[in-house]
């Protein structure tokens, strides 16, 4: 089981300062770097502070020359928002940057309020059509001197300048959920990341299971890698533990906000819900996050992620993301590389 760190920025309040939470995730990248976690994830989204990432690859270039060991990956690019060549182009240079320490992600898109500013009238399925049509495109542009007539991009013959560091150029990792999204990442030699979100382990089996079915419908293939992205936190003592689940489920009811878009959304920050509004959905409650992400002391995280291993898992990815203090992150992911890693040789 190899560990990585999943984070962005996060603007809550008018009152935050981006330039405080820039050098805040620059700490949390470089105590995960430190610690010896396998890899760093950010992503791309827009014109949202809920999660500010609207170039992977420029918040990459700067980790470069700050992380020393940790690979460094997009967690993950939107595929309908990015020209085949573009997208070629900017991750092998990115991977230049990086010395060949560049994992591309690429994933449809989720949120709504995205397509209708930078992609008007897409919707998930045309977002992951575009994507199916990308990965192999960027693939053969890495290989150079290809021309492509599709059914959304037509160019003539292109090669990526400059070439990827990696032979074969970066990995890529497909973020799947329904079964022919796995299909379609191992059809391709892609890895798969999963995260079941606010939902149980029952969904964390049920992920995998779609992936192991995908396999074996390309026994031709390698196995490709799968990661599981889980809201993580390791408290100090029950207390603690309690506290982070209430902050969770704050979380999960500006997620779901956002998600929804319905919102109005001023300078960028969602309009603030009420406490009425924060505790009028069960499946999000405090208690739910207690049972269902990976919250409690090191023990029970211990226990939890051994399962994960268990069941096939290759890497586990601490998702960080959560609403909480600076310090309260801090704690936590300090927590983890000296408590939780250790139990698993890492």
């Known amino acids: 089981m190899k560990f990585s760190l999943f984070a962005h920025m996060e603007r809550l309040d008018a009152g935050q300062r981006q330039e405080n939470l820039y050098e805040e995730f620059l700490q949390l990248c470089e105590i995960a770097d430190r610690g010896g976690m396998h890899a760093i994830w950010t992503g791309e989204h827009h014109g ?52 060949g320490r560049l994992d ?60 990827p560091v990696q032979a074969g150029g970066p990995p890529i990792w497909v973020a799947a959920r329904d079964p022919n999204s796995h299909e379609f990442a191992v059809a391709n030699d892609c890895n ?12 964390t089996q049920t992920l995998m299971e779609r992936f192991e079915a995908a396999c074996a419908a390309h026994p031709q293939k390698a196995r490709p890698k799968i990661m599981l992205l889980r809201h993580t936190y390791v408290g100090s003592d029950e207390a603690d533990v ?15 906000a956002w998600f929804k878009n319905e919102r109005p959304v001023h300078q ?8 009425e509004e924060l505790a009028a959905n069960p499946m999000i409650s405090a208690d739910a996050m207690r049972r269902n992400n990976v919250v409690g002391e090191p023990g029970e995280v211990i226990d939890r992620i051994k399962a994960y291993e268990a069941m096939g898992y290759d890497e586990y990815s601490f998702w960080i993301d959560t609403g909480m203090s600076f310090e309260r992150k801090k704690a936590s992911l300090e927590r983890f590389i000296a408590e939780v890693m250790p139990a698993f040789g890492a």
Not at 192 to 203: A, F, I, K, N, S
């Open 268 to 275: 960028g920050l969602i309009e603030r819900l009420s406490p």
């Open 48 to 99: 949202m502070d809920f999660t500010i990432a609207p170039n992977p690859f420029v918040t990459i270039a700067d980790l470069a020359s700050r992380v020393k060991q940790a690979r460094l990956g997009t967690g993950t690019v939107i595929a309908p928002f990015w020209h085949p060549i573009k997208l070629a182009g900017e991750a092998a240079m990115t991977d230049l940057i990086t010395r």
């Open 192 to 203: 798969v990341q999963v995260t079941p979100l606010w939902q149980d382990d029952g969904e």
């Open 242 to 256: 309690a506290e982070a689940a209430r902050e969770l489920s704050v979380y999960y009811n500006y997620f779901f």
């Open 104 to 163: 591309l992600g690429i994933a449809r898109g989720a949120y709504s309020y995205e397509y209708e500013r930078l992609h008007p009238g897409l919707d998930a399925w045309g977002a992951g059509q575009r994507m199916r049509e990308l990965i192999p495109a960027v693939k053969n542009i890495w290989a150079g001197d290809y021309a492509h007539e599709g059914e959304f991009w037509t160019f003539p013959s292109t090669t990526s300048a400059p070439k």
